[in-house]
T-cell receptor, first 108, second 114 residues
Framework: GQNIDQPTEMTATEGAIVQINCTYQ??????LFWYQQHAGEAPTFLSY????GLEEKGRFSSFLSRSKGYSYLLLKELQMKDSASYLC?????????FGDGTTLTVKP | NAGVMQNPRHLVRRRGQEARLRCSPM?????VYWYRQLPEEGLKFMVY????????ESGMPKERFSAEFPKEGPSILRIQQVVRGDSAAYFC????????????FGSGTRLTVV
């Protein structure tokens, strides 16, 4: 089976850096996704990691350690619009299992 | 190039009625997934379909819920005899066969059972 853990809530200040962690246990590993979901909206794809290391994409970066079952999403130069829920997801047998999400609140 | 189209956006049903939720995948995507999201909770997998085939329905309640993805037309999630506990946001997502592209989600259908 799949088990995914993320912190429920985080708060950070505009302009700062925040790291959102995700740990997972899976019966097989086919990569890890991060999605962003604003309140009342659909999730949108942010990143996909299948190899260990850091993938950078503008202000957002995602890190994976397969041996530790661990990933994080790093958000730099936070903006107010980054206030959202961030979902970690692990695909297996064609479908993805999602964590419950981390609600990030960015304050001025 | 339209994304994943879901309709209706909002649906109100009385207890005991039927709810039909529609999803047209993104052009070129052959895989469709339905997820349910309760308020303040995460996305829970319901069913994974390809054209004319149910690949995995392990997340579907055993009764009252069914899904299809016919050769022609949208995917349909059908909930019979709705109860208050069915009130949730239902998201459809689609993807190409390659997992690394991730999902493209529709805007969701907010079902309210009164």
């Amino acid at each position: 089976g799949q088990n995914i853990d993320q912190p429920t809530e985080m708060t950070a200040t505009e302009g700062a850096i925040v790291q959102i962690n995700c740990t997972y246990q899976t019966s097989g590993f086919n990569g890890l996704f991060w999605y962003q979901q604003h309140a009342g909206e659909a999730p949108t794809f942010l990143s996909y990691n299948v190899l260990d290391g850091l993938e950078e994409k503008g202000r957002f970066s995602s890190f994976l350690s397969r041996s530790k079952g661990y990933s994080y999403l790093l958000l730099k130069e936070l903006q107010m619009k980054d206030s959202a829920s961030y979902l970690c997801a692990v695909p297996n047998a064609g479908k993805s299992t999602f964590g419950d999400g981390t609600t990030l609140t960015v304050k001025p | 190039n339209a994304g994943v189209m879901q309709n209706p956006r909002h649906l109100v049903r009385r207890r005991g009625q039927e709810a039909r939720l529609r999803c047209s995948p993104m052009k070129g995507h052959s895989h469709v997934y339905w997820y349910r999201q309760l308020p303040e909770e995460g996305l829970k997998f319901m069913v994974y379909l390809q054209k004319e085939n149910i690949i995995d329905e392990s997340g579907m309640p055993k009764e009252r819920f069914s899904a299809e993805f016919p050769k022609e037309g949208p995917s349909i999630l059908r909930i019979q005899q709705v109860v208050r506990g069915d009130s949730a946001a239902y998201f459809c997502a689609s993807s190409p066969p390659t997992e690394s592209y991730g999902y493209t989600f529709g805007s969701g259908t907010r079902l309210t059972v009164v």
